[in-house]
Structure formats: structure tokens, C-alpha cells
T-cell receptor, first 111, second 115 residues
Framework: AQSVTQLGSHVSVSEGALVLLRCNYS??????LFWYVQYPNQGLQLLLK??????LVKGINGFEAEFKKSETSFHLTKPSAHMSDAAEYFC?????????FGTGTRLQVFP | SAVISQKPSRDICQRGTSLTIQCQVD?????MFWYRQQPGQSLTLIAT?????????ESGFVIDKFPISRPNLTFSTLTVSNMSPEDSSIYLC????????????FGAGSRLTVL
């Protein structure tokens, strides 16, 4: 069975500050890991993914995430937050059979 | 990546009625997935629809409440039966796309409000 936990349902940062959104997973097999973003009143958009290979993956809009097997984590970071980053972020774990989503983290960015 | 079209995009329904949501993909896919996103919450997988076999339902979801059809490799329907206000949600169709078919792509969703 697979599961994913996102720590912190709400994260607030100032514009220009570091963004760190936490995700831990549980999987009995090598996982595929994903971050999706959902802007207000919009659909889900893939930010980045890890399947195999390099453990540091870069996504769109300056986001990146690092797969740490020993910590069963896949935290999402961005060095400098922008107002346009305000959205709901979902971590997901799975394989080509299905994806299981975390409960989401709402990111607020203050000027 | 695949283009996924859902109909209706939104609807307002009366308690006790049923509504069928359609999902059309512009390429052939083996599996189609139906998710629900209740207001302010995350996505919950309802079922996986495979062409030629019965859908596989996740814990907490049953065929009588959410019957699914999968007549071919590009189309699926999800029916929400005997609706109650608790069924007010966004229902999303999704498929795996991309190189390696390991990226889940979503339709725009069907927003249902049950009065």
C-alpha cells in the first residue's frame, strides 16, 4: 500500500523568501513521486515528477524537489517566492496503476 | 500529452437525482481514473476504469452509487446516483500520459452542486 503525508495545511511566506513544502511518503515498492499545483478556480497542473534517476528534479516556475529515500521524503522548494506562487500544492505517490494524493498545502505569499 | 474533455463542466442537481459525467480522451488509453475533489479538500480516487472489464473501486466507493462505463479505449462515463448535498464536488477524469506513461493528466473537471 502507498500513502502520502503533507505536513502543514497552510504555509505563509513573504515575497522573496524561501518556499518549503513538506511531503513524506510510504511505499512498499520504488515510488513515483509528483507535485501538482492548483491555482484558484483552475485545474491541476504538474509541477515536477520523480520516477528514476537523478534525485533532484527541477520543475516549472523555479520549483524543485529532492527524493530522499532514507527519509522517505520529497519536499518541494523554491528559493524565492513570488506572489503568483499562491496556490494549493499537492504531493502524490504512486506508479502507473494509480496515484494517491496528499491532503494539500495552501501557500500564501505576502508582499 | 493527451487532451481530456469532460462534460458537463458544471451542473446544479436536485437531491435524489442522478447525473452522468462523460470523459473523452484524444488518444487510446488502457486505464482511465475518476477522482473526486470535495470543496477545499484533496483528490480522492473513486475508481479505475479499464476497457473490457468492470471498474475497480477504492475503499468507500461502491458501484451502485458510482456506476462507471468504459465502452472503448477513449471514452468513459461516471454516474453519480441518488445524489445528496454531500456529493457536491468536482469530479475529475484522468489518464496517464507522457514518455513512459507515468504522468497523470487531468480533465478540467465537472463541478456538481446538489441542492
Amino acid at each position: 500500500a502507498q500513502s502520502v503525508t503533507q505536513l502543514g495545511s497552510h504555509v505563509s511566506v513573504s515575497e522573496g523568501a524561501l518556499v518549503l513544502l513538506r511531503c513524506n511518503y510510504s511505499s512498499s515498492v520504488p515510488p513515483y513521486l509528483f507535485w501538482y499545483v492548483q491555482y484558484p478556480n483552475q485545474g491541476l497542473q504538474l509541477l515536477l515528477k520523480y520516477t528514476t534517476g537523478a534525485t533532484l528534479v527541477k520543475g516549472i516556475n523555479g520549483f524543485e524537489a529532492e527524493f530522499k529515500k532514507s527519509e522517505t521524503s520529497f519536499h518541494l522548494t523554491k528559493p524565492s517566492a513570488h506572489m503568483s506562487d499562491a496556490a494549493e500544492y499537492f504531493c502524490a505517490v504512486g506508479n502507473t496503476d494509480k496515484l494517491i494524493f496528499g491532503t494539500g498545502t495552501r501557500l500564501q505569499v505576502f508582499p | 500529452s493527451a487532451v481530456i474533455s469532460q462534460k458537463p463542466s458544471r451542473d446544479i442537481c436536485q437531491r435524489g437525482t442522478s447525473l452522468t459525467i462523460q470523459c473523452q480522451v484524444d488518444s487510446q488509453v488502457t486505464m482511465m481514473f475518476w477522482y473526486r475533489q470535495q470543496p477545499g479538500q484533496s483528490l480522492t480516487l473513486i475508481a479505475t476504469a479499464n476497457q473490457g472489464s468492470e471498474a475497480t473501486y477504492e475503499s468507500g466507493f461502491v458501484i451502485d452509487k458510482f456506476p462507471i462505463s468504459r465502452p472503448n479505449l477513449t471514452f468513459s462515463t461516471l454516474t453519480v446516483s441518488n445524489m445528496s448535498p454531500e456529493d457536491s464536488s468536482i469530479y475529475l477524469c484522468s489518464v496517464f500520459t507522457g514518455a513512459g506513461a507515468n504522468v497523470l493528466t487531468f480533465g478540467a473537471g465537472s463541478r456538481l452542486t446538489v441542492l
